[in-house]
């Protein structure tokens, strides 16, 4: 079936390390790629789009990849702050369905400690 | 801009209730949609439209109806209210293959 899969677990890292969120995918279609930052209580607000022939994309403290072959997405926040504590999605903008709308990943809640 | 605005914040209905949750854009966007989302699982794709007098489903549609009379409004009715229908809904707007601008939600809970 067609997933999309990040890591449920919550990663927890210090103040300045680097965090980096994996977002894989199955039987998809390879398509834009975009990553959404979601704080409690909120909707999502978007952070960065890579489209398929791009490898790597970057603003300011982020960078996004993107690997066809893989079929996976990497999310870099360079320098963290605690105040880059939120979940953070991975959604795919698919060419074989015909959508123009995103199928999202469940996402990733990432804690920065001071 | 407002942006893309939802009504209600909060609500609460009984099983077998009827109820329109309402969806507004201010940036002449061309595509909206409808998500839900429930702990664990992600944002889930309900219906979509791609312009005013266009829908069509998502992931998971049934029990959910959309209309999109206009560019700007897109609402979503819950025709008869089951508790698996308790959850946050988000509403969402963009423009081609573009970043797409989300509504703060609406949380919604049957009994």
């Known amino acids: 079936s067609q997933k999309i899969e990040q890591n449920s677990e919550a990663l927890n890292i210090q103040e300045g390390k680097t965090a980096t969120l994996t977002c894989n995918y199955t039987?998809?279609?390879?398509?834009?790629l975009q990553w959404y930052r979601q704080d409690p209580g909120r909707g999502p607000v978007f952070l960065l789009l890579?489209?398929?022939?791009?490898k790597e994309k970057r603003k300011e403290r982020l960078k996004v990849t993107f690997d066809t072959t893989l079929k996976q997405s990497l999310f870099h926040i360079t320098a963290s702050q605690p105040a880059d504590s939120a979940t953070y999605l991975c959604?795919?903008?698919?060419?074989?369905?015909?959508?123009?709308?995103?199928?999202f990943g469940s996402g990733t809640r990432l804690q920065v400690q001071p | 801009n407002a942006g893309v605005t939802q009504t209600p914040k909060f609500q609460v209905l009984k099983t077998g209730q009827s109820m329109t949750l309402q969806c507004a854009q201010d940036?002449?966007?061309?595509?909206m949609s409808w998500y839900r989302q429930d702990p664990g699982m992600g944002l889930r794709l309900i219906h979509y439209?791609?312009?005013?007098?266009?829908?069509d489903q998502g992931e998971v549609p049934n029990g959910y109806n959309v209309s999109r009379s206009t560019t700007e409004d897109f609402p979503l009715r819950l025709l008869s209210a089951a508790p698996s229908q308790t959850s946050v809904y988000f509403c969402?707007?963009?423009?081609?293959?573009?970043?797409?601008?989300f509504g703060p939600g609406t949380r919604l809970t049957v009994t």
């Open positions: 039987n998809y279609s390879p398509a834009y």
């Open positions: 959604a795919l903008d698919r060419q074989d369905t015909g959508r123009r709308a995103l199928t």
């Open positions: 439209s791609v312009g005013a007098g266009i829908t």
């Open positions: 969402a707007s963009h423009q081609g293959r573009n970043e797409q601008y």
């Open positions: 890579i489209r398929e022939n791009e």
């Open positions: 940036m002449n966007h061309e595509y």
